[in-house]
């Protein structure tokens, strides 16, 4: 079962005009925020580049994000999520072998949040090139089954 807390976790004010140096050498400017999703992701488009940012960042559990910051912060895990590890694992894997379908990974990197929902809780950030084209899952549940059939024989396709 999928619950929703109606919560905006990623404020603009917070988060728009924030600068981020990676590691890699690179430094990139969030200036708007696409789509804000729980437990997902957000992206971030930098216009010139056409670059997304995908941030995982740690939130209080479930019916807890009103008690004090100091009780929020016993829940920290400074941990990467696997998710996102996973995420950016792929990414450079597919980076690396010049992959055409996919995002090619400019940089990643992983913060302990010194503010915010958990203090002491993970923060990863993952810069990657935005391609064009839709996005299948703002579609998938809206499409024929015979669609979604197709639609995995072609990615199976082109995945083998």
Known sequence: MRLRSYITW????????????FPGGSTWKIERKIKEAENLHTR????????????HMQIPFFKTATEEP????????PEIPHLASNKAKALTILTE??????PYLIDS?????TDGWVHG????YIAMEMLPGVTVC???????RQERGELRKAFKKAWM
């Open 44 to 55: 971030g488009e930098y216009e010139i580049w056409k670059l997304i940012i995908k941030i």
């Open 97 to 102: 072998s010049k992959c055409s379908s996919s």
């Open 10 to 21: 990623f404020d603009d004010n917070d988060y728009i005009g924030l600068g981020l140096a």
């Open 121 to 124: 809780g993970y923060i990863h």
């Open 109 to 113: 990197m992983h913060r302990q949040q």
């Open 138 to 144: 703002d579609h998938y549940d809206d499409m024929e």
């Open 70 to 77: 100091s009780e929020r912060a016993k829940q920290a895990n």
